[in-house]
Each structure stands twice: as structure tokens, then as C-alpha cells.
């Protein structure tokens, strides 16, 4: 397990219900934000999967992605 300096846990990987899983490639940034599709406040990791830049937040241990459209 990797520990952040912040003494958080780092995601890895996004695994949706259907059990398709994507590896993160990197994760860019970690701050306290609001969801601007769903609504909600908690720690939104702005990551990179493949090629592209999505958000993934955790909110009271209920991790989510912002979808895109």
C-alpha cells in the first residue's frame, strides 16, 4: 500500500459495477471540491486513464466518477 505524504491512500484503479476495471496512469491532483454534475462536497483526485483527464471523488467513503457526457 502506498501512503501520500498527506497520509492518505492513493487510488489505483476504477473497477464499475459490470467489473470492467481501469488502471490510473496518474494521479495529477488531490484537493477538497464540490461535484459540479452530481452535486456533493468531498476529495476530488483529478486522475488520468489512458489519454484522457477525469475526476474521481470520495465523499464519507463512497467513491464516484464525475460521468462525461
Known amino acids: 500500500i502506498r501512503e501520500s505524504p498527506e497520509g492518505g491512500i492513493p487510488p489505483l484503479d476504477i473497477t ?15 484537493c477538497r471540491a464540490h461535484a459540479t454534475k452530481v452535486g456533493g462536497t468531498g476529495i476530488r483526485y483529478t486522475i ?3 489519454n484522457k483527464e477525469t475526476y474521481l471523488f470520495e465523499d464519507e467513503g463512497k467513491w464516484y466518477v464525475e460521468g462525461k457526457v
Request: glycine content about 12%.
Open 48 to 50: 488520468v486513464v489512458g
Open 16 to 30: 464499475y459495477k459490470e467489473g470492467i476495471a481501469y488502471e490510473i496512469d496518474r494521479l495529477k491532483q488531490r
